[in-house]
C-alpha cells in the first residue's frame, strides 16, 4: 500500500500562500494523488489531485515531484475560510480502497 | 448532477442497542461506496467498502457490518453499540477508476451513552 506522511499542524498568515508538504514515497507508477480538506465537523472536500503533472484548480495547485515521491499543496492566498485539516491520500493499487492519514491542520491567522 | 444523503445528521443511543445509518447517493450509476469513521481529533478510518450490490469489503474487524441492498444505497449496521462505537461517522461514492475523486456526505454524528 502506499502511506502517505504530512506534518501534524502548520501556521500561515492571511493572504500568504500555504504550502502543505505530503511524502509518498512507495508510490506506483499508476497511482494518483489526492487532496481533500476537512473544515471541522464536515465530510472531507476534494481539492484536486494529479499523477505526474503538476495540477493547478481554482482552489489551489498541486506540485509533484519528478521522481513523484513527494508533493505539495500551494494555497496561493489563504484566507481563514481555509483553516481546515489537509489531507494527502493515495489510492491503494489495484483495489478501490481509499486510506486516509491524520493530515495536517492548517490554521491561517489574521 | 450527483448528491450523496446521510442520515441522520447526529444520533444518541444507548450501550446495547441496535444501530442503522443510510447512505444513498443520487444521479450516477454503480459507485463504489465507502463508509469512514472518525473518532474526536483523529483521522478518517475506512471501515467498509463496496463496488458494487452485496459486495462489501470490511477494512476493520468490529462490531459493526455493512449491507448494499441495491445500487445507490449503502447501511452501516451494529446490532448492540458499544461505547467506542462512538464517533462521526461519513458515507462517500466514487466512481471507479484510477483517478475519480470521492464525494462525502456530510456524516453523522453518533455518541453512544
Known amino acids: 500500500d502506499a502511506k502517505t506522511t504530512q506534518p501534524p499542524s502548520m501556521d500561515c498568515a492571511e493572504g500568504r500562500a500555504a504550502n502543505l508538504p505530503c511524502n509518498h514515497s512507495?508510490?506506483?507508477?499508476?497511482?494518483?494523488v489526492y487532496w481533500y480538506r476537512q473544515i471541522h465537523s464536515q465530510g472531507p472536500q476534494y481539492i484536486i489531485h494529479?499523477?505526474?503533472n503538476n495540477e493547478t484548480n481554482e482552489m489551489a495547485s498541486l506540485i509533484i515531484t519528478e521522481d513523484r515521491k513527494s508533493s505539495t499543496l500551494i494555497l496561493p492566498h489563504a484566507t481563514l475560510r481555509d483553516t481546515a485539516v489537509y489531507y494527502c491520500?493515495?489510492?491503494?493499487?489495484?483495489?478501490?480502497?481509499?486510506?486516509f492519514g491524520t493530515g495536517t491542520r492548517l490554521q491561517v491567522f489574521p | 448532477s450527483q448528491t450523496i444523503h446521510q442520515w441522520p445528521a447526529t444520533l444518541v443511543q444507548p450501550v446495547g442497542s441496535p444501530l442503522s445509518l443510510e447512505c444513498t447517493v443520487e444521479?450516477?450509476?454503480?459507485?463504489?461506496l465507502y463508509w469512514y469513521r472518525q473518532a474526536a481529533g483523529r483521522g478518517l478510518q475506512l471501515l467498509f467498502y463496496?463496488?458494487?450490490?452485496?459486495?462489501i469489503s470490511s477494512e476493520v474487524p468490529q462490531n459493526l457490518s455493512a449491507s448494499r441492498p441495491q445500487d445507490r444505497q449503502f447501511i452501516l449496521s451494529s446490532k448492540k453499540l458499544l461505547l467506542s462505537d462512538s464517533g462521526f461517522y461519513l458515507c462517500?461514492?466514487?466512481?471507479?477508476?484510477?483517478?475519480?475523486?470521492?464525494?462525502f456526505g456530510q456524516g453523522t454524528r453518533l455518541t453512544v451513552v
Open positions: 462517500a461514492w466514487r466512481m471507479s477508476g484510477l483517478s475519480a475523486e470521492a464525494f
Open positions: 512507495t508510490i506506483s507508477g499508476n497511482e494518483y
Open positions: 494529479g499523477l505526474k
Open positions: 491520500i493515495v489510492r491503494v493499487s489495484n483495489t478501490d480502497k481509499l486510506i
Open positions: 444521479g450516477t450509476s454503480n459507485p463504489n
Open positions: 463496496s463496488v458494487g450490490i452485496g459486495q
